[in-house]
C-alpha cells in the first residue's frame, strides 16, 4: 500500500514566507494580541479580492455568525440558507436566535436555484438576510441570485470559505454581496491552522464587527460593556501564517485545476461519470474535484476502494434539511440537493499530490467500470 493520500491537507510555502512572518512575531514579541500580521493579512486579503474592508477572526464559523449580527439578523428573523452546504453555514443563524429556510440547489451550478429562491420569496416576503454558499470552489449565479435578492431588499452574505479566489464574470466571489466570508481551516485551500476573514465595501459594519469581536468593549478606562461581545479575533502569530499562504494561493488554485483536469482526462470517458459543472462565467479554485454517478458503480464503491488503498475521499456534504437537527425548519426547492448528495464523490484533491499519486487514484477508481 502507498503512501496516505489525504483530500485536501494543509501545505505550506516552500520558500517558508509562513515561518518568516511568525519569526518576526516573536522577535518583536507580537505573539499577541492582534499586531503587524493581523494589519497585513487583513490589508493584503481585501487587496487580493478587491474588497475595502477585512476582519480576521478566529474562524470562518465566527464570521458567518459576525455577518449575519450585522446584517442585523435577531431572534425570530427568517434567513434563507442554501441546503447544500456544511452545518457551518447554518449553524450561526441559530446563534443568532433567527430561523433558517433553507434552499435547493440547481445542478447547473450545485449552489442556491434561482428559482427556489424567488418561490421562497413568496411564501416569505420579510426575509432579512440570504446566505448564500459557493460550493467546492465553483461560483453561485451571481446575477440571477443578487437580482432577486435586490428586488427582495434582503441582504446578501456570502459563504465563500470554499471560493477564495474563485471569480464570477472577472469579479471574486465574497464581493457581491453586503458581505463575505472566507475560512482558513485546514483543509481549505490555504490554512492558517484556523482562522477567517470577514469582507465588506462598509467602514461603519466591519468597525462595528470589530468591536464585537473584542468583547464589545466601550471607549473608557475601566471594563465597561453596553453590547454583547465575543471573543473572535484572529492571533498575531495565526495571522503570520496566513500572510505567507496568500503569496501561495495563486500556485495552489493552479495545482488544483492540474488535479481536476487530471481525473477528466483520465476518467471523463466512463460510463455514468460526471464532473461537477464548471460554467463559461465561472473561474472557479478547484478546492475539490467532485462529481456524481448516474451508472452501476456508487458513490460508497469509490470511497470503499480508495480508503482500501489508503486515499481519502468523501461525500458531498448532506443537505441542511436531511440533518436531523434542523429537521423542523422549512425547505423550499425540488431534490436536487438530495441527489447530489446520494450520487455525488469528492475526489482527493490535495495539492501535494505528484502525477504518480493522481494515477494511483485514476487506477483504483477505473477498476470498478
Ligand atoms: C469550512 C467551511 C465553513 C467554516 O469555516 P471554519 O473556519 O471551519 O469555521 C463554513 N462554510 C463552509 C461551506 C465551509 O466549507
Redesign the pocket.
Known amino acids: 500500500m502507498g503512501n496516505k493520500i489525504w483530500l485536501s491537507s494543509p501545505h505550506m510555502s516552500k520558500e517558508g514566507y509562513e515561518m518568516q512572518y511568525i519569526q518576526e512575531a516573536f522577535d518583536t514579541n507580537w505573539i499577541a494580541p492582534l499586531g503587524k500580521n493581523v494589519d497585513g493579512f487583513e490589508s493584503e486579503l481585501a487587496n487580493r479580492v478587491g474588497a475595502k474592508y477585512a476582519v480576521a477572526l478566529s474562524?470562518?464559523?465566527?464570521?458567518?455568525h459576525m455577518a449575519l449580527k450585522a446584517a442585523g439578523v435577531d431572534k425570530g428573523d427568517i434567513v434563507f440558507c442554501q441546503s447544500l452546504?456544511?452545518a457551518?453555514?447554518a449553524n450561526p443563524i441559530i446563534y443568532q436566535n433567527a430561523t433558517p429556510v433553507f434552499i435547493d440547489s440547481n445542478y447547473e451550478t450545485w449552489n442556491m436555484d434561482p428559482d427556489a429562491l424567488e418561490k421562497a420569496f413568496k411564501k416569505y416576503p420579510m426575509v432579512k438576510a440570504v446566505l448564500i454558499?459557493h460550493?467546492y470552489g465553483l461560483s453561485t449565479d451571481m446575477d440571477n441570485i443578487m437580482s432577486i435578492c435586490n428586488k427582495h431588499n434582503a441582504t446578501v452574505i456570502e459563504?465563500a470559505?470554499?471560493s477564495l479566489g474563485t471569480r464570477y464574470r472577472g469579479k471574486h466571489t465574497g464581493t457581491f454581496g453586503e458581505y463575505g466570508?472566507f475560512?482558513?481551516?485546514g483543509?481549505?485551500i490555504i490554512t492558517t491552522s484556523?482562522?477567517?476573514m470577514l469582507v465588506s465595501n462598509n467602514e461603519e459594519k466591519t468597525k462595528k464587527v470589530r468591536f464585537w469581536a473584542t468583547q464589545a468593549r466601550d471607549k473608557a478606562r475601566h471594563y465597561q460593556h453596553s453590547e454583547l461581545g465575543y471573543n473572535y479575533r484572529m492571533s498575531n502569530i495565526v495571522a503570520g501564517i496566513g500572510r505567507g499562504q496568500l503569496k501561495v494561493l495563486d500556485q495552489r488554485i493552479a495545482k488544483k485545476k492540474y488535479i481536476f483536469e487530471f481525473y477528466k482526462k483520465h476518467l471523463g470517458q466512463l460510463d455514468g461519470i460526471h464532473f461537477m459543472p464548471i460554467n463559461t462565467w465561472n473561474e472557479p479554485n478547484y478546492w475539490l474535484s467532485c462529481l456524481t454517478l448516474s451508472g452501476n458503480v456508487k458513490p460508497l464503491d469509490i470511497i470503499e476502494a480508495l480508503e482500501k488503498n489508503n486515499i481519502e475521499s468523501r461525500p458531498i456534504?448532506k443537505p441542511m434539511h436531511m440533518q436531523p437537527f434542523f429537521a423542523d425548519y422549512d425547505y423550499i426547492g425540488a431534490d436536487v440537493s438530495e441527489k447530489l448528495f446520494e450520487n455525488g464523490v469528492c475526489l482527493p484533491s490535495d495539492t501535494k499530490m505528484t502525477d504518480d499519486d493522481l494515477h494511483r487514484v485514476v487506477n483504483v477508481i477505473k477498476k470498478l467500470w
Open positions: 474562524s470562518g464559523t465566527g464570521a458567518i452546504t456544511f457551518a453555514t454558499v460550493l459563504d470559505a470554499e466570508v475560512s482558513f481551516n483543509n481549505k484556523g482562522g477567517g456534504w
